[in-house]
């Protein structure tokens, strides 16, 4: 059924009489180009700054709203990780950890997303369409106009690329080793550089001189050396050729060992567990990662206090802003510890030096079988190996530490 107020009529070569009765008959309203779409003008042509200004301003405004402004940090990280994934509130306020490390699992991170990973995931599925999707208007257009019948892994860049098709050439390293061709009558792989032989693709595993030593063409078909069911490799010339052979029948799997007559080729994106581009896959694929934190579950489990949490989160990598820190960019400012009025107060200082704060350990250690230690390393290594299970007991502890520590 048609939406009368969100439907537009278009008019060209009319009068204006003509257009006003067309748009009394069918009842839209009148539009003007350019068309928007998410706020975005649909063009043919690059957008420019002009074309994305309403945009950016929108999204400023969002974030300058005073809504934003007094969320505290843990709350701009829900924020985030809700809708706006990976355009920090809290960041503009000053950067407390490199966002490469916020952008981590939460092992040691905060799990959210980096739109450079994200839009890099978006443009790999343009590339698993060039292979997989016959009939796109997109595709075919590709291969007629900037393809034209070669390899999209050996093509060069050409000088007047757009922006996003270089954008696409410049990913076919990675996409390269996601992308896997499965031999049926081997009309539509590239015997040389798509990844079809187990070792990878041949062009890199062994050079140029390979296509040299075969006499076969660089931009020739799989099926120039399938005859029926068999494979028909040339005469081996080189120890490479031989190799190839070799390792094509000891990695094959069995089913994928000789080639089948009359049928297609297929393709199948590794990532994903169907062999089918998935964004959610392809993603937990490529982003970084780093080796799991000993102390991971004892900041994030399932009760957790999100802003208990978070600080506690900080004061771990010792990046809360003590007055140690603040003294670096203020040379005047006194750094002494407001509450032993002792020494400096910096992160090791606040949490275990202080003699008010090891009266908070001292009473949590009475209620919770927490032992009074000198450093996180010992500390966070006595509870990593203590709250493991998911008993209530182990849940009040956490709970206890994470409260002490933000309170602190």
Not at 6 to 32: A, H, P, Y
Not at 97 to 126: D, H, Y
Not at 130 to 140: M, N, R
Not at 204 to 222: F, T
């Amino acid at each position: 059924m048609v939406n009368y107020n969100k439907s537009e009529i278009f008019c060209c070569g009319l009068s204006v009489t003509e257009i006003l009765q067309l748009v009394d008959r069918v009842g839209f309203k009148l539009g003007t180009l350019p068309v928007r779409y998410l706020g975005v003008p649909l063009i043919t042509g690059k957008l420019t700054y002009k074309d994305l200004r309403p945009l950016i301003e929108k999204i400023t405004n969002k974030l300058t709203s005073w809504t934003a402004e007094y969320l505290t940090f843990a709350g701009g990280l829900q924020l985030i990780a809700s809708v706006i994934h990976g355009i920090s509130t809290f960041c503009a306020k000053g950067e407390k950890v490199n966002w490469t490390a916020i952008c981590l699992p939460k092992q040691g991170g905060l799990g959210l997303k980096s739109l450079v990973q994200w839009n890099k995931v978006c443009m790999l599925r343009f590339i698993w369409l060039l292979f997989s999707t016959a009939g796109s208007i997109w595709v075919a257009w590709v291969c007629e106009y900037l393809l034209k019948g070669k390899s999209f892994w050996a093509i060069n860049m050409p000088s007047d690329a757009t922006w996003g098709w270089r954008k696409l050439l410049n990913l076919r390293a990675p996409a390269r080793k996601l992308i896997q061709h499965i031999p049926g009558d081997g009309k539509d792989i590239d015997i040389w550089h798509d990844n079809w032989h187990p070792s990878g693709p041949l062009i890199e595993v062994y050079g140029q001189r390979i296509v040299r030593d075969a006499s076969i063409p660089p931009d020739a078909k799989l099926s120039v050396v399938i005859s029926g069911n068999y494979w028909c490799w040339p005469p081996a010339p080189s120890p490479q050729l031989v190799q190839i052979q070799i390792e094509l029948f000891d990695k094959l799997d069995p089913d994928k060992l000789y080639p089948k007559e009359g049928a297609m080729d297929s393709v199948i994106w590794i990532p994903s567990a169907s062999g089918k581009f998935k964004t959610g896959a392809t993603w937990n694929w490529i982003r970084e990662r780093q080796g799991k934190q000993q102390w991971h579950k004892l900041i994030w489990f399932l009760d957790t206090i999100l802003k208990h949490s978070f600080i506690s989160w900080l004061a771990v990598l010792n990046r809360l802003t003590t007055k140690a820190h603040q003294k670096q960019w203020t040379h005047d400012l006194d750094d002494t510890c407001v509450l032993c009025k002792n020494e400096s107060k910096t992160n090791v200082h606040m949490f275990f030096k202080c003699s008010f704060s090891k009266g908070i350990w001292q009473e949590l250690s009475h209620m919770t079988d927490i032992p009074l230690m000198d450093s996180w390393q010992g500390l966070l290594a006595w509870l990593g190996g203590k709250v493991r299970r998911k008993s209530l007991h182990c849940t009040v502890i956490k709970l206890s530490w994470n409260a002490a520590v933000y309170h602190i």
